[in-house]
């Protein structure tokens, strides 16, 4: 299968601060990445679409300013959470589809905000 | 809105006590439906993907099923390692939809010796 990386696994930063995760397509191009949020025993909620070259879809309530995507390459894509508050914890997941309709996920990145 | 419901949220079996996850969905046009395992603290990783009712995959001790209303995840004998969170996903055929995927909430297996 097609292999997604993202770092950091892990992050705690303090509020008010921001925080860059990285989601690349090791071993294809990506044109298009996707960005999920999940929060405890809930399912992963779709936050946005990256698109390379140009600007990101954002799902309805998901604040633009707050979430920060570029996708610089075909094969990396950025989330920055910018000024970050406790309410924004969470576990951040990026995915790409390389052949078909099958996403292909990233690590995960554990998102803390003390 | 396409909507996704699994049960049961969590299972528990012993070791080789086969059992089924439901993956109940609604959704305007099919285009496919995934089935993924998530380990704790892990992106999800992919199992399989159904288009049309009837169709029928399998992997090891895993057996997927699609009928129009639903998808089934057979377990045949899980051993302790089969202990994940199963999610089911639909994506639909929307124009300018792209690959979107609606998840459900997962159910929650573990297995015992």
């Known amino acids: 299968g097609a292999v997604v990386s993202q770092h950091p696994s892990r992050v705690i930063c303090k509020s008010g601060t921001s925080v860059k995760i990285e989601c690349r397509s090791l071993?294809?191009?990506?044109?298009?990445m996707f960005w999920y949020r999940q929060f405890p025993k809930q399912s992963l909620m779709l936050m946005a679409t990256?698109?390379?070259?140009?600007?990101?879809?954002?799902e309805q309530g998901v604040e633009k300013d707050k979430f920060l995507i570029n996708h610089a390459s075909l094969t990396l894509s950025t989330l920055t959470v910018t000024s970050a508050h406790p309410e924004d914890s969470s576990f951040y997941i990026c995915?790409?589809?390389?052949?078909?309709?099958?996403?292909?996920f990233g690590q995960g990145t554990r998102l803390t905000v003390v | 809105e396409d909507q996704v419901t699994q049960s049961p949220e969590a299972l528990r079996l012993q070791e080789g006590e086969s059992s089924s996850l439901n993956c109940s969905y609604t959704?305007?046009?099919?285009?496919?439906l995934f089935w993924y395992r998530q380990d704790p603290g892990k992106g999800p990783e992919f199992l399989f993907t159904?288009?049309?009712a009837g169709e029928e995959k399998e992997k090891e001790r895993l057996k997927a099923t699609l009928t129009k209303k639903e998808s089934f995840l057979h377990i045949t004998a899980p051993k302790p390692e089969d202990s994940a969170t199963y999610l089911c996903?639909?994506?639909?055929?929307?124009?300018?939809?792209?690959?979107?995927?609606?998840f459900g909430t997962g159910t929650q297996l573990k297995v015992e010796l």
């Open positions: 996903a639909v994506q639909a055929i929307l124009t300018g939809g792209g690959n979107k995927l609606t």
């Open positions: 990256s698109n390379e070259g140009s600007k990101a879809t954002y």
């Open positions: 071993d294809f191009q990506a044109t298009t």
């Open positions: 995915s790409a589809t390389p052949r078909g309709p099958e996403a292909f």
């Open positions: 159904l288009y049309s």
């Open positions: 959704v305007s046009g099919l285009r496919g």
